[in-house]
């Protein structure tokens, strides 16, 4: 890992498919060399439901971003989302042979497999085991137990699991379009990478990401990811409703949505909303585009608290919360998740160690180039040496192992 690579990454977005060509340094900086990018065609909830169009999609996708990065594409790296997830936590144990005895490496790894041999959907696959905490002995409360002295070692995992019919369209619609499917990683997860920096994840941050027509947050505390979960409500929601509130076009109030969006009415002046139920035509104001806009993401911020109330981790958050995603661009967002959450939170889109930021200032890339870190981090590219003008993407050993954080 110690020479630049080019690392094509794809976000497989609910309202937009996004490719990025980038260029990763040693020290982790990035720089975007090329990218497309394309409405979402043939694809629902995660899963390419019609392939013939969603190929088509990746497609011209990949072209513009050969063309844009002036390279030849042969693989991409590419993000997993949708409801066939599933979140769920797990408890193993592992015997120590010989023991007492220092704990070693490959006594972790025995742990961990037993922690994936816990029953699932019979249609579903482990995509992910992180472990949160380990117990040597019956101490609890355990980062990282390689070299303590025990005869007991126990594990607290978390685990998502996901859909072989819908991982496997993906790989199948990825390799029509004529590319090799080098690798993945949950789409939040790859967000977190590229926005949360290790002292906010050692300290307790959740990262919520309001996306096209979900939304996802993942939480980190002493450095690993302790649980994640989704909300089928996102961005749409709110130009949907804009739209029937202020009786135009759904294109008109994305646009409104995305120019003048405001979600919080104490920042506007006040508007009598029976408006909204008349049948006279309806005026345009700060505060009428914030009546409208307000409930439905409090709706969305109050259903991702409940999920996290009912995960057991709202009481871990120390460091507050980071709100990315096309939802959260509106005024007033972060604002309005404080007042739902009652912690510290902020707004980011970007990672700080993108050189060249002024190239991403509109979409949603973070998850892209969270991504391209990832594959970085796996060594991505070791064939690429001897190709000037070529990207060619590698699944590396370890991979996934890697996109699962600690252990």
Known sequence: MG????????DLGTTTFRTLVVNVQPDGSMSVVGKGEVQTSGFKDGDFVDLDAGYNAVRRMIKQAEKSADVDISGIYYTITGSH??????????????????????DIEAVLDKARTMSIPYD???LSVNPVEYSVDGVSGILNPVGRIGSHLEVEAFLITGSRSVTGNIERTVNMAKLEAAGWCIDVLAAATALLTSEEKEAGVILLDIGGTESNWVMFRNGGMAGCGRV??????????????LRCSESEAESIKLERGLVLRSLAEGVDTDVLFGDNEVNESPGLIAAILEPRLEEIFQL????????????????????????????????????VFSVPAVTRYLPDNLLNESTLLDGQWASVLGLAAWGYAGEVGSLQ?????EVIPVKPAGFLKRILGRG
Not at 238 to 245: E, K, N, S
Not at 321 to 338: H, K, N, W, Y
């Open 3 to 10: 020479q630049p690579q080019l690392i094509v990454a794809t």
């Open 124 to 126: 579903h696959s482990i």
């Open 304 to 339: 991702m608290k409940n999920d996290m109330v009912q995960a057991g981790q709202l009481s871990h958050i120390k460091n507050g919360i980071v709100l990315t995603g096309g939802g959260s661009r509106c005024s007033g967002s972060a604002a309005l998740c404080e007042e």
């Open 232 to 245: 089928p409500w996102g961005g749409v929601h709110l130009t949907v409703d804009l739209a029937q509130g």
């Open 85 to 106: 997830l599933r979140y769920l936590y797990a408890r193993s144990q592992h015997q120590i042979v010989n023991g007492p005895r220092s704990i070693s490496q490959d």
């Open 385 to 389: 040496d001897s190709y000037e003008d």
